[in-house]
């Protein structure tokens, strides 16, 4: 095994969803001036920490009481912990490759120098340059390291056809990847809780566990198991700056072996209640704080509590009784934890640049237990809190303060900094908003914060965009910012962002359809991915957009290309995106599933589209990539269905002269240039 490159810290951070204010006075449109959306603003102050564990058990008990019900806490989905996670990779089955001759076949062929990214070989698609993100395919511009089902697979691209190297069994599924040279980060979602006092309660309560392997991939034929941190909770995102990840988790409480009603009626569930309280009443500290174990290379193992209770926060308003965590890996180390701080509360949406990290948390409120008037009334009144950390440090992320939003932001697009500001495009109401009663006539924001004093002070608002309708897309581009609102009609906006105490829409342009992922493409250039839509909003499939904002104040979309009846996972995952500056390709994945009632046949036709994209030409297919197979297949057969849904692209990788596209059904590689087949790697199949 190599020895570890530099120490390993893991700062823990959890985070807070906290104050909102009171109020809701008449909203703007355009550019007017915006009045303050609550007749006292409160922002988010600094975060209050407990003295001892004594003062937060406290804390806990009391709201615990006031919410555990004849169902406990309302909440609490889970799993445990799978005992042996990884394999060699003569245990992978047909993809097993002899590790020794896998080598010496990459070795004779691996270029003398390392590839560039950006230069050489396209990397994950991302938000925001030198910070990566997860996905489930990797590539170091020599190999592709793919994540299917619960397996890591190797791929050498060095040859003249794609070759499978090695396949190792992580266990667990929901698998997602980062890599830092060497070293790959693989996290995922497991079938078994971690705390001792979970275990013991299983039957009663299921927390979510996760587990993240560090492997060395040196040798790419034998990929080399570092160690596991194996913790309570899920990931929500991750991200990963000069080679360390800060992986943000959310956990619940665990070990409460909360009973359920023994029969109907109001005595048994008011029993239950009791007994719930009485189980709040005798918990301990390990209750309410996560659980790591991690284990070396060697066997060895150590494990306890993540943190202790003099470095945990909670907000000043209550905001849940869930955590949000914010761990500081080194991917050189050995994943040890160290350290660290934490906030009672849950993240939802992460953004981060190379300086700063924002979790976006969404306000706590007991939707269940409101009648309709107070339910709308929430909604209406709904804000979303923001918590910014520096990462600058590689050893920690630092706590710098939080603030508070009008309504709810969309994903992580709705986040962006710029020269120290924050900006960030929200939509009134709160994310469910439509599953009591109908929509209201919503509009939406875009508004700045500076960081002053432990807050995230508000500098400037614009509101009045697309009213009665959400955000469907945002993209912030330096002091220039686009926003897509929908609901029969597509608005995209135009914003002037370089005064962040005074932003201003600058241009509007009505389409039909809309999109929901926005990209540059060239100079003043911005390609749309969503759907075509008729004058009610119905879609009609999917549909691409080149849009001319050379003129901010008069955006024009100047070439569409639709496909009738198909839909793109680029729509709500921007890693499936791929645009190659240095050749202007473009490539889509796509899906269409339809019906044919003369043949009594499902149509299947998917694969990626592959487009030169400019002003003049405006979309120019170079060709569709496929997997599927040949035409003459019996598409009748269920062998037939089971190929073509495993045929679907999902990922599509640009590497010297050749494209390269995945699907769990293989990778094929193609020349960049003309897109004619060059070779193709048929990989095994994969549950899960």
């Known amino acids: 095994m190599r020895t570890p490159l530099g120490v390993l810290s893991a700062t823990v951070l959890m985070l807070a969803a906290c104050t909102t204010g009171n109020g809701g006075p008449d909203t703007p449109a355009g550019n007017d001036p915006v009045q303050p959306f609550t007749d006292e603003v409160m922002l988010v102050s600094s975060l209050v920490s407990f003295d001892a564990c004594d003062d937060m058990l406290s804390y806990v008990k009391e709201h615990a009481l006031e919410m555990v019900g004849p169902w406990g806490l309302g909440g609490g989905g889970m799993f445990a912990v799978e005992e042996d996670a990884a394999v060699g990779a ?21 270029s003398l120098s390392p590839p560039v990214e950006g230069q050489d070989y396209s990397g994950t698609n991302v938000q925001e340059a030198g910070v990566d993100e997860p996905d489930t395919v990797k590539t170091d511009g020599e190999r ?3 994540i299917r089902g619960q397996y890591l697979d190797t791929v050498d691209v060095t040859g003249p056809s794609p070759e499978l190297v090695s396949s190792v069994d992580v266990g667990g599924w929901g698998h997602q990847l980062l890599r830092a040279g060497d070293r790959l980060l693989v996290f995922g979602q497991v079938d078994g809780g971690v705390h ?9 309560y299921w927390p979510s566990g996760t587990t993240l392997s560090l492997y060395d991939v040196g040798n790419p034929a034998d990929p080399e198991l570092v160690s596991t941190l194996q913790l309570d909770g899920w990931v929500a995102s991750a991200r990963l700056v000069d080679g360390v990840a800060r992986v943000v988790l959310n956990a619940q409480p665990v070990g409460l072996p909360f009973t359920t009603p023994e029969g109907n009626g109001l005595r048994s569930e008011r029993d239950a209640t009791e007994k719930n309280r009485q189980i709040i009443e005798e918990s301990t500290v390990d209750n309410w704080i996560p659980y790591y174990i991690r284990t070396g290379a060697d066997g060895t193992e150590d494990e306890g509590a993540l943190l202790p209770c003099e470095q945990i926060h909670h907000p000043r308003d209550f905001s849940g009784l869930g955590t949000t965590t914010v761990l500081s890996l080194d991917l050189a180390g050995d994943l040890a934890p160290r350290g660290g701080a934490a906030v009672l509360a849950g993240g939802e949406t992460v953004y981060a640049s190379a300086e700063r990290l924002y979790v976006a948390t969404n306000r706590w409120v007991d939707w269940g237990g409101l009648p309709e008037t107070a339910f709308r009334e929430a909604n209406e009144r709904y804000t979303t809190d923001l918590h910014a950390f520096d990462i600058t440090d590689p050893d920690s992320a630092r706590y710098v303060g939080s603030g508070s939003v009008r309504g709810h932001v969309l994903n992580q697009w709705s986040m962006s900094s710029h020269d120290g500001v924050l900006r960030v495009a929200t939509t009134d109401g709160s994310p469910w908003w439509g599953e009591r ?3 209201p006539l919503t509009e939406s924001f875009v508004t700045t914060f500076a960081e002053h004093d432990g807050e995230l002070e508000q500098l400037g608002q614009v509101g009045g965009l697309g009213k009665g309708e959400r955000i469907y897309a945002v993209r912030f581009m330096g002091e220039v910012g686009y926003v897509v609102t929908f609901r029969e009609t597509d608005p995209l906006y135009t914003l002037d962002l370089s005064d962040p105490a005074d932003p201003r829409v600058l241009g509007e342009l009505k389409i039909l359809g809309y999109s929901a992922y926005l990209h540059p493409v060239g100079d003043n250039l911005v390609l749309g991915v969503g759907q075509d839509a008729d004058e009610e909003g119905r879609t009609q499939g999917l549909q691409l957009s080149l849009f001319d904002v050379s003129d901010l104040s008069d955006p024009q979309r100047i070439h569409q290309v639709t496909l009738q009846d198909a839909y793109t996972e680029a729509e709500w995952d921007h890693h499936a995106f791929l645009h190659w500056p240095a050749t202007g390709l473009t490539v889509i994945p ?12 499902e149509k299947v036709d998917n694969g990626a589209l592959a487009y030169a994209v400019d002003r003049s030409a405006g979309f120019n297919e170079l060709g569709r990539l496929t997997h599927l197979p040949d035409e003459d297949a019996d598409s009748r057969s269920p062998q037939y269905s089971d190929v073509a849904w495993r045929a679907a692209i999902q990922r599509s990788v640009v590497i010297g002269d050749a494209v390269y596209t995945i699907s769990d059904l293989g990778v094929l590689a193609s020349d960049l240039t003309t897109l004619d087949d060059e070779g193709w790697l048929t990989l095994p199949a ?3």
């Open 437 to 439: 009663g109908e929509l």
């Open 144 to 146: 592709l390291y793919l």
């Open 686 to 688: 994969r549950n899960g």
């Open 590 to 601: 796509y899906q269409s599933w339809t019906w044919d009632d003369s043949t009594q046949i």
């Open 90 to 110: 003569d245990d992978a089955g047909e993809a097993a490759v002899a590790p020794e001759a896998a080598a010496d076949s990459f070795s004779s062929n691996r």
């Open 196 to 204: 001792p006092l979970a275990r013991e309660s299983a039957a009663h």
